[in-house]
């Protein structure tokens, strides 16, 4: 599908994780756009008050409560879903979560879950959907990674496992579909976004858990979103920080992984004492949370530059490293 801007309109977009975050920002864009949305949360309240306001900006909205885990109840959401448009469009597989702690300490049906959600569920959209996409001739299938998809996250296990699995899986299908040009499967890579997703997922280390800046606007993500709709690429970094981690991780894995330990255990000796918990991660969060995660703090905003320098002098350490060996 390479359809000018304002084909949007029309269009039918379904987009999981839609309940809040990034995927709440995503369906208000789309709706402005006077798109067709299939909305997907497991919160049916949660996600029909999304809906709604999407329907009050211009989108005619269908909500459906829906596990992503679960291949029978996402096939149906296909099924649904182009009964409604009469086809599909645009999938954003956004649905995400993680479980922060020391591997060993974290339980393993913790570790479990976070690779069904983040790993098995992507691919359930993609089962689910692609067929529709082969039938009809065209689609853009938008899998939501982040910069955990290019250089791991220690505390993070899981987290790391199934954003690693899930760029894989992408690659791959782009290599099925190489002879279906109007066929897409594009990626996107945000470094840290301001969203409920971090109070609301795992948490393990009985620390609070906050996210260094710079922090992105999940709004900007939902354009970018936008973007790849009508003009669909493969890998889509957004933010400075995704792009140098990925560039230090391919030159050196090791230090780049070692540096980030280090700090996050710098993080958790000083931050604030909480309870431990599993989170939204076996269930909805009592409350949804909107779009923003109150995570973008002035002080957060004016370390930007600070944080990308560092980050760039940890690209050219490695590179020194390099050379040395």
């Known amino acids: ?3 000018p801007l304002n084909s949007l309109r029309g269009s039918t977009v379904v987009i999981t994780g839609a309940s809040s975050g990034i995927g709440q920002a995503t369906a208000e864009a ?8 299939v909305l997907v949360a497991r919160d049916h309240e949660a996600i029909e008050e999304v809906a709604q306001t999407c329907r009050d900006i211009g989108g005619k909205t269908l909500a459906i409560a829906a596990d992503v885990t679960d291949a029978a109840a996402m096939a149906d959401v296909a099924r649904q879903a182009a009964e409604f448009g ?7 597989s956004n649905v995400g979560t993680g479980a922060v702690g020391a591997f060993h300490e974290v339980p393993l049906e913790a570790h479990e879950q976070v690779i069904r959600t983040n790993l098995i569920g992507h691919m359930n959209d993609a089962h689910a959907v692609l067929p529709i996409f082969l ?9 939501m990674i982040s910069l955990g ?4 996250a220690p505390f993070a296990a899981a987290y790391s496992a199934s954003k690693f699995g899930l760029r894989g899986f992408a690659e791959a299908l782009r290599g099925e579909l190489v002879h279906h040009k ?5 990626d996107v890579y945000p470094s840290f976004v301001d969203t409920p997703g971090i109070s609301h997922g795992a948490n393990y280390t009985g620390r609070q858990l906050s996210a260094p800046p710079p922090v992105l606007d999940a709004r900007r993500v939902a354009d970018a979103i936008l973007r790849l709709a009508v003009r669909p690429k493969p890998t889509t970094m957004i933010g400075a920080p995704t792009a140098l981690l990925r560039l230090g991780h391919a030159i050196s894995p090791e230090l780049t992984t ?3 330990a280090l700090f996050l255990e710098s993080y958790f000796r000083r931050a604030p004492r909480v309870a ?12 949804a949370g909107g779009i923003d995660g109150g995570l973008r703090s002035p002080t957060q905003r004016s370390a930007v530059t600070g944080l990308a320098l560092g980050l760039g002098a940890l690209a050219v350490v490695a590179v020194a490293l390099r050379g040395r060996r």
């Open 149 to 152: 998809g290019f250089a791991a």
């Open 276 to 287: 431990t918990g599993s989170g939204n991660l076996f269930h909805p969060a009592p409350q």
């Open 30 to 37: 789309f709706a402005r756009q006077g798109a067709r949305l």
């Open 1 to 3: 599908m390479n359809k």
């Open 86 to 92: 009469g086809e599909i469009d645009v999938w954003v």
């Open 135 to 143: 039938r009809q001739g065209h689609g853009v299938f938008i899998n």
């Open 182 to 186: 109007h066929i897409h499967v594009c």
């Open 258 to 260: 070692r540096a980030m």
